[in-house]
């Protein structure tokens, strides 16, 4: 078979298996290791010269760190808050110290068990955004608290991948230069680059706005010179990729970059964990199932509790710390990675990345699946996790839980633009309005515009159980899914609320799915605001023309 003809059917292999992953709501990492494996000598054995193979994975790395670099938001790393700060860090020190001791329980060396412990601390960015967001849980509390602690990781593991590059393989010594010619030439090349950043690449850079092809070319000529040039220097192409991508983020024209690479990052990864499972050695595989699934008990039990702790210690409930902390109840492609560049360097050998993979196909499916029914698993789990819950005030009721209307006649469920304004105007007609949201920003946005407002998670039913139900004659939700709206109703009754509750209805089969649970009446926002536009538009057209 031609290098053709493999990498052809490679991806018509990978094609099928995705459209298995997505119909199983899984990552598509998971197939592409999987095909990888079907593909190699232990299957199929459909894989012969693997070096055009490594090539394109080889490539796909560097992309995906000039990305990272290209996308790292310093404003955002100086804004973090005390819980994303308090939270990551606490979580990767816990599951670094922990799993260390853990790895060396398990018989592994001083080195792979280093590796393999701080390849446990990394958690998925990619997968919980994509999780979280067809959830609509990406602007909750603990998902905004999540995506700050995430960020915390994602700089730890560049850190960690930057450090380990700087070392020669097996030795410990820098590669190439001396060690003091070596410091000489990165001062000079961090000098230029500043130089370049500040006043070169801007100029070069927003006359190729014009041309998206040439900008893109540009780029990637750009990131793969310094990768180059790291190379040569002997450090990593990695280590070159990432400071490329770290130099244009303070262009405007970084998000237009990195939305064009984004596509071909995702694409040449692909290659990467095809060629990882193609090299999965099942000769001593086998043998590393016990420990894989110890340390994916560690993975999946021990980082969730540890971010429950830090969060329960700051006053949060412990449902946004048990939201928060399934969150990293897997380990990350980056962990992968990271130990792939361990092997490249030679300070580990294969065995520590077949342990990190197993793990990884381990805790990313089951997590996945904790994620996405997160509700049902804290609903069984709540009874034990008062542990993890203050007594005292919790933190998110501290000022979104102080509304200025103490007896509201209607609650709306839901401050987005339309429950805004429907809350707006329901206040104009003279009744006591209160709004809830799990969106930090839309409950500041409403607060400012004269609503009173309080912090609340429809999934919360001991929440909804605390709100001013008794003098509320009705209780209104805007939000657009309906699970989250049969879920509010049965609670609001659970709780003894005897007024009027309406529901928003915007996919088909909403509205007769909640007048069969027994809303009192139901919102078609999309209809309703299409009869009166239809309606205006006829006034206008019947109109006479004057």
């Not at 709780?495 to 509205?511: H, K, N, P, Q, Y």
Request: aromatic share 8%; proline share 3%.
């Amino acid at each position: 078979m031609s290098a053709f003809q493999e990498i052809a059917a490679l991806l018509s292999l990978s094609a099928l298996l995705g459209m298995l992953a997505m119909k199983l709501r899984q990552p598509l990492i998971i197939a592409y290791i999987v095909v990888g494996i079907l593909a190699g000598p232990a299957v199929m054995n459909l894989s012969g010269d693997h070096s055009s193979i490594s090539l394109l994975s080889e490539i796909g790395i560097t992309v995906l760190l000039f990305v990272v670099g290209l996308k790292l938001d310093m404003h955002l790393v100086r804004t973090l808050g005390a819980v994303a700060l308090a939270t990551g860090l606490g979580q990767l020190a816990f599951t670094i110290l922990a799993g260390l001791a853990l790895c060396r329980l398990l018989g592994l060396d001083w080195t792979s068990a280093g590796y393999v412990a701080v390849a446990l601390t990394f958690s998925s960015t990619i997968i919980i955004v994509k999780l979280l967001s067809d959830k609509g849980e990406i602007d909750s509390l603990h998902g905004r608290i999540a995506m700050g602690f995430l960020i915390v990781q994602d700089i730890a593991v560049v850190l960690a991948m930057l450090v380990i590059s700087l070392y020669q393989p097996a030795s410990g010594e820098h590669t190439g230069l001396s060690p003091l010619a070596l410091i000489g030439a990165l001062l000079a090349s961090l000098l230029v680059l500043y130089l370049l950043m500040r006043f070169a690449l801007p100029r070069l850079l927003t006359p190729m706005a014009r041309s998206p092809e040439l900008l893109m070319l540009v780029a990637i000529a750009w990131g793969t010179l310094l990768a180059g040039g790291a190379e040569a220097l002997g450090l990593s192409k990695e280590l070159g990729a990432f400071i490329a991508g770290f130099c244009l983020a303070s262009t405007p024209l970084r998000e237009a970059i990195a939305s064009r690479l984004t596509s071909l990052r995702d694409f040449l990864l692909l290659f990467f964990f095809l060629h990882l499972g193609i090299q999965l050695d099942f000769s001593y595989l086998h043998q590393q199932i016990g420990s894989a699934v110890l340390l994916s008990l560690f993975v999946l039990i021990g980082n969730p509790l540890i971010v429950m702790a830090i969060m329960g210690a700051m006053g949060y409930r412990k449902r946004t710390g048990f939201m928060a902390g399934l969150t990293v109840a897997q380990i990350s492609e980056f962990s992968i990675i990271f130990v792939a560049m361990g092997i490249s360097l030679g300070h580990v050998g294969g065995a520590a990345l077949g342990l990190t993979t197993l793990v990884g196909i381990i805790t990313i499916t089951l997590s996945t699946y904790m994620i996405l029914y997160s509700q049902p698993l804290f609903e069984r789990l709540s009874p034990w996790l008062g542990l993890f819950e203050r007594r005292v005030a919790h933190r998110e009721n501290a000022e979104d839980n102080a509304p200025a209307q103490a007896q509201p006649e209607v609650i709306v469920y839901g401050l987005g633009r339309y429950g805004r304004e429907l809350a707006h105007r329901l206040q104009e007609g003279g009744l006591r309005v209160l709004g809830v949201d799990f969106d930090p920003q839309a409950l500041a946005s409403a607060r400012q515009a004269g609503l009173a407002v309080c912090y609340g998670d429809a999934e919360d039913a001991d929440f909804i159980a605390h709100l001013p139900l008794q003098q509320a004659r009705a209780l209104v939700s805007t939000i657009p899914q309906r699970e989250v709206n049969a879920l509010l109703l049965r609670a609001a009754r659970s709780a003894g609320f005897r007024g009027s509750v309406t529901l928003s209805a915007f996919r088909e089969g909403d509205l007769e799915a909640f007048n069969r649970a027994g809303a009192a009446s139901v919102l078609q926002p999309y209809i309703d605001a299409a009869d009166s536009a239809a309606r205006r538009l006829l006034q206008e057209v019947e109109a006479p023309l004057s």
